[in-house]
């Protein structure tokens, strides 16, 4: 018995499918029919990343060792096969039930490290995967609703929203339905298959929170009611990375029934004229900026006319939760710590007597034992409903006042009742260089120490600096979410003598409210054991000079830049190596500190057009009639080939029209119309002549025939799309030269 | 049947207050010396932050290994992730928690491990682990979400 077996009746046929494809795909690669990048796209395209080292190098402190896997098979440029990865799983507005935990819980046990790690776009990450279990692992998330599907690569990432919405008391709406509608009508669609880069969505119920910070993404919306309706607030073109930009508005209101047609529209004119070569610059903040906002308005626009209607537009699931328990207040007797985490991890939710409760998870990190305990404790005072946060931790919603001790005494009692949540101890990290390729240095050693450190002093804090939001990533590329916090760090390396320094730079001014409302600025690089001081210098110089109800932004602005690194530039200077060499290492890692293992990045994907993909398909359903052939199926192995011809000349014919149907008789005659002076006609002939004349017997000759012509009129396709995609940038360079 | 994937746990009985993070340098001499025989050791990670958690993490491509903590009790666990026999998973945990009572003083409970399955399809019964591992073996009462595990005592 499989898994495959065990849960087929779970696992929804479409999904199902989809596994069995990659899984498919995984084999193909491992016979060499898959180019290493295409086969790279694929996996990221279901969630499976890279990790440090995978390329078979590592730094050991003393000499870079070569890592002898056992296979020299890669999975990807400078991948090596066998290199443990990450397995990154979406978490739409990051809802999720108790059933959903458990799955996950036997996951990470099972393929994993035994650790559910919660990221800053709500999903969660595994790390130390191996290639070959993650079909397995997907199917038994699937079995309980949960896709890796587009987790990473070039496309829509997770959606993302307030974990308070539905509870919040300063919402214009509960914007979750809107949120899952969104995130599954983009999930796969046709359209978004073609871009540049990665397009991350947001939400938020209001504008002056932090909630769905959706400034800093490419898609962001607000929820608000104008003349009674309910509509968004919509902003395009934001994104962090190293250079951050806000995102502008595209519409002050739109109707909710236009959202997600907008969003294909967006997706379409992102498609068609987003970058693909310079990834740096692939980003939709790009294109908007290039085209200016009112320009890229009136493409959207001018697009949407264009849509064939779609009924899952206005399709917005009911996702009303229920509470369990009847609304009580807390009138009951405290626990010792009770009042100091009632005081920072509960939020009295808009509907008196429940409260939203927020468990800090230190760095994002659960353990298996911990999310299974953690879903009992949903189950007996929350329902069936638990969100993760871009803080890295998880919300327990509609909990009874009343039991709010109790609650608080088992979440002590399994090591998850710390207070400070939302405060400077809930501090947030990349993985920096502990797994991520492009990590330069430790941002969660650093989190780490800070969070000891902090919480020796955090109750004789002045209340101004406990409410601070520290956030930091292990390198420019704003993983962390250092630009929208009040303190930022990113981590940087710097030369003293003939040794490399961590270091990280030290960013202030950044707005965690108003949607992530301002990004800060650097104002200098202080080496990463000095930044504790720097903190500390930080914030008692904010409690001394702070004037009024002044705000940390304020207090910034006041004293300006140059002051402000004025504070810290003592802090900046290292010690010789002979001096002093733990400056030389990093938190966390006794190594003396090197750049040597930072390796290529997978977070911008490969650049694989959507047609390399339609024609990966149809090469995968050819082996498939393969497959067929040898077990004597010859009919399925004939139906197989000929879709196969079918799957690629549909790619090429969705190049031009983007609402090609899928039926045969469409699909051959516009292929024959718009290619035949493309194609190679001896090629052609092959689609044609299997589409017109359908063999009424099937033999083993005949079939395998087919499956010969089938490969040749791929190859075709592809010497086609070469044609095609020269047509495509000239087009494309055109408009935007216009 | 694919039965290769046991995990083993050996307890500490002293340095059970000992930082845990004291052990990533260790670790990082072992990946130094590639010192763990029929082992690739590749990383450490540092999860000391968490609550009876796996503490500090040792990755090799054919096993993970981890000062754990789980259940509030410090332990090496040894978890295969390559093809093996039992006999060999426990020789092979056996083997690195001689080398850390070796280099480092740890003392281990010589006459009681606990033995898991870390595969919740296909399992073992307690006859099959108590052939493989020479001792008396009991069944742990566990929460049955939990991987299959055993006690396993010998004289």
Redesign the interface.
């Known amino acids: 018995m499989t898994w495959k077996e065990q849960l087929a009746a779970k696992i929804p046929p479409e999904l199902g499918r989809e596994i069995d494809i990659y899984e498919t795909q995984i084999e193909l690669r491992k016979l060499g029919k898959i180019d290493e990048k295409l086969f790279a796209e694929t996996r990221l395209r279901r969630g499976a990343y890279g990790q440090r080292y995978d390329n078979g190098q590592r730094f050991d402190g003393f000499q870079t060792q070569h890592l002898k896997y056992p296979h020299a098979l890669t999975k990807g440029p400078d991948t090596m096969w066998d290199a443990p990865g990450m397995q990154r799983i979406k978490i739409p507005f990051g809802g999720l039930n108790p059933k959903q935990l458990e799955a996950l819980a036997d996951v990470a046990e099972e393929y994993s490290d035994g650790i559910l790690h919660i990221t800053t776009r709500q999903d969660f990450q595994l790390h130390f995967v191996h290639i070959e279990d993650t079909p397995t692992l997907m199917r038994r998330l699937a079995a309980v609703g949960i896709t890796t599907r587009e987790a990473c690569g070039n496309s829509v990432r997770n959606v993302t929203a307030c974990p308070l919405a539905g509870v919040c008391q300063t919402e214009a709406f509960d914007v979750t339905p809107y949120a899952k509608a969104l995130a599954y009508f983009l999930l796969g669609h046709p359209d978004v298959q073609d871009f540049g880069r990665k397009f991350k969505p947001a939400f938020s119920g209001c504008e002056h929170e932090a909630c769905g910070l959706v400034y800093m993404h490419d898609l962001g919306a607000v929820a608000k009611i104008q003349d009674g309706k309910r509509g968004f607030k919509v902003f395009v073109g934001g994104g962090l990375g190293a250079v951050p930009y806000q995102a502008k508005v595209l519409a002050d209101f739109l109707p909710v029934e236009e959202l997600l047609p907008t969003a294909q529209a967006i997706a379409r004119v992102f498609a068609r004229l987003g970058e693909k070569q310079n990834r740096a610059r692939a980003r939709i903040k790009f294109l908007v900026d290039k085209l200016g906002i009112e320009e890229f308005k009136r493409l959207v626009a001018e697009e949407r006319k264009t849509l064939p209607h779609d009924p899952r537009w206005t399709q917005f699931p009911a996702v009303a939760e229920k509470p369990l328990k009847p609304a009580s207040s807390l009138n009951c007797d405290r626990p010792e710590g009770f009042n100091a985490w009632l005081e920072t991890n509960v939020y009295h939710q808009r509907q008196p007597g429940y409260a939203a409760v927020t468990v800090a998870c230190p760095l994002g990190d659960i353990t298996s034992t911990q999310a299974r305990q953690l879903a009992d404790l949903v189950r007996e005072y929350s329902g069936d409903n638990v969100r993760t946060t871009v803080e890295q931790n998880l919300v327990f919603r509609w909990v009874s006042e009343a039991e709010l001790p109790e609650l608080y005494e088992k979440l002590k009692a399994i090591g998850l009742g710390a207070h400070g949540a939302g405060t400077i101890l809930d501090v947030t990290a990349c993985p920096g260089t502990d797994t991520c390729k492009l990590g330069i240095a430790s941002s969660r050693g650093l989190g780490r120490e800070l969070r000891e450190r902090l919480a020796g002093k955090f109750f004789t804090m002045d209340a101004a600096v406990k409410g601070l939001r520290i956030k930091m990533s292990g390198c420019f590329n704003s993983c962390g979410q250092h630009h929208v916090s009040d303190i930022g760090f990113y981590g940087n390396s710097r030369t003293i003598g003939n040794h490399k320094v961590p270091h990280f730079q030290v960013l202030l001014g950044g707005k965690w409210r108003d949607n992530g409302g301002s990004y800060g600025l650097a104002i200098g690089s202080v080496p990463s054991k000095r930044v504790p001081d720097v903190v500390e210098r930080i914030t008692e110089r904010f409690v001394k000079e702070r004037q009024g109800n002044e705000t940390f932004q304020d207090f910034y602005a006041r004293i300006g830049k140059a002051e402000s690194r004025k504070m810290i530039e003592d802090l900046m200077v290292v010690p010789p190596y002979e001096k002093d060499p733990t400056f030389y290492s990093d938190w966390g890692d006794p190594r003396e500190f090197s750049m040597g293992d930072i390796g290529t990045g997978e977070c911008a994907g490969e650049i694989v057009s959507a047609l390399q993909f339609e024609l990966s398909a149809a090469e995968r359903m050819n082996f498939e009639a393969q497959l067929a052939h040898e077990v004597g199926h010859f009919a399925k192995a004939d139906e197989l080939a000929y879709g196969a011809m079918r799957q690629a000349a549909r790619g090429l014919v969705h190049e031009q029209w983007l609402d090609v149907p899928a039926d045969p008789a469409t699909v051959v005659r516009e292929f024959k119309t718009r290619f035949a002076p493309l194609f190679q006609p001896s090629l052609a002939a092959y689609l044609f002549r299997r589409h017109e004349y359908p063999p009424s017997t099937h033999t083993a000759e005949s079939a395998h025939r087919l499956i010969e012509e089938a490969q040749l009129f791929i190859e075709g396709a592809h010497t086609c799309g070469d044609k095609l995609q020269q047509q495509k940038a000239a087009e494309r360079a055109a408009v935007l030269k216009k | 049947m694919d039965l290769h994937?046991f995990g083993v746990k050996l307890f500490f009985v002293n340095q059970q207050d000992r930082e845990l993070?004291e052990f990533?340098?260790v670790f990082?001499g072992w990946?130094?010396r590639?010192a763990l025989a029929g082992h690739?050791l590749?990383?450490?990670?540092?999860?000391?932050?968490?609550?009876?958690?796996?503490g500090i993490?040792l990755?090799a491509?054919e096993a993970?290994l981890?000062i754990d903590e789980?259940e509030g009790r410090r332990g090496l666990v040894y978890i295969r992730?390559q093809p093996a026999r039992l006999r060999d998973v426990v020789e092979a945990a056996q083997q690195a928690a001689k080398q850390l009572s070796d280099e480092q003083g740890v003392q281990f409970n010589d006459g009681q491990f606990e033995v898991f399955v870390?595969?919740?399809?296909?399992h073992p019964g307690a006859t099959e682990i108590a052939e493989s591992t020479g001792g008396e073996v009991v069944p742990k009462s566990t929460?049955p979400?939990?991987?299959l595990a055993f006690v396993v005592k010998r004289g």
């Open positions: 994937k993070t990533i340098p990082h990946i130094q590639q690739l590749i990383d450490v990670h540092d999860y000391s932050h968490v609550h009876h958690g796996p993490l990755v491509h993970n981890s789980a992730k870390n595969d919740r399809l296909h929460d979400r939990e991987r």
